[in-house]
DNA sequence: AGATTCGCCTGAGAGC
DNA sequence: TGCTCTCAGGCGAATC
């Protein structure tokens, strides 16, 4: 599923194949996606050129000639394409921009969870992008920033990171790897942590992200990018807690432990975090 | 306002 | 082999 460090990794693959260049054609193929693509999507789409491709949390936003942006969102399942024009078309493949040069860029997804939306200068900043909190690469994310917005707050941490009002990007698989790495429970109250954990755990998600974007740059040296069968999407990061209950700690050998906290399930070693 | 729950959707895997 | 069931997850919307 993509997290903030897939969604860059994609950024930085299509960046230089696209920027610059022109829309020559838009052929949407499935306008199910979270919102249902509109029916004036290509024509508007057509024959813009785009300047630049820019990511805000994880919504990919390409700039177009004018002012106007295209965003997407990859959702839980949504991949994009760097192929070949003509390359023939698959299950759940839903849009298709074909540039100069003969590049398509595609983007599939399965779910149907990810979003294409089209938005005009004039509107001002997107309301899906209005009010989102800071990038965690970025200094404005800090222990001390943290801290101040947790004071008087009940919710677990866990749930506390994944609010995109916090902080953008941390997915429900580097929520239980930050805390691990910080040393703190998932389920203990966001107001009730340290100024000095804080820093820490700010360090832990500059730390997880950061390893995960340089697997992808990996997984793009190889080029798989513009690999008709485009296996971009599985970065094999490796994983400390997630999904590892049961198996014992990377640290200290005790057995990992799973929670569901808000509905998602949480993993952490019961001796290291506290 | 903060906290919690729901709903969207398909593929993978388990169990029978 | 093939059916049914459960689960996974981002995140907006609705509800408490």
Request: with cysteine; hydrophobic share 35%; proline share 5%.
């Amino acid at each position: 599923m993509p997290e903030l460090p897939e969604v860059e990794t994609v950024r930085r693959g299509i960046e230089p194949h696209i920027t610059g260049r022109r829309i020559v054609a838009v052929k949407v193929h499935d306008r199910r996606l979270r919102w249902p693509v509109p029916r004036d999507f290509e024509r508007k789409l057509r024959g813009r050129r785009v300047e630049s491709v820019q990511r805000r949390a994880k919504y990919l936003l390409f700039a177009l000639d004018g002012g106007d942006r295209l965003i997407l969102h990859l959702g839980m399942s949504g991949r994009l394409f760097l192929l070949p024009a003509g390359e023939r078309r698959q299950k759940h493949d839903h849009l298709d921009l074909l540039f100069e040069g003969q590049r398509l860029l595609r983007l599939h997804d399965p779910r149907r969870f990810g979003a294409a939306l089209l938005w005009p200068a004039a509107m001002g900043q997107h309301k899906l992008l209005r009010g989102l909190g800071p990038e965690p690469l970025l200094p404005e994310f800090s222990g001390e920033y943290l801290f101040a917005r947790s004071r008087g707050r009940r919710v677990a941490v866990k749930n506390f990171l994944m609010d995109s009002r916090i902080v953008v990007g941390v997915g429900n698989i580097y929520a239980s790897e930050s805390l691990f790495r910080a040393g703190i429970r998932p389920g203990r109250a966001a107001g009730r942590i340290t100024q000095d954990q804080y820093r820490k755990l700010e360090n832990a998600v500059r730390q997880v992200l950061c390893d995960a974007i340089e697997q992808g740059g990996t997984t793009l040296k190889d080029s798989s990018f513009t690999n008709p069968d485009g296996e971009f999407g599985d970065f094999q990061v490796r994983l400390a807690v997630y999904d590892r209950a049961g198996q014992p700690c990377t640290v200290c050998k005790t057995k990992i432990r799973r929670q569901v906290i808000g509905q998602r399930s949480s993993f952490f070693c019961p001796r290291c975090q506290t």
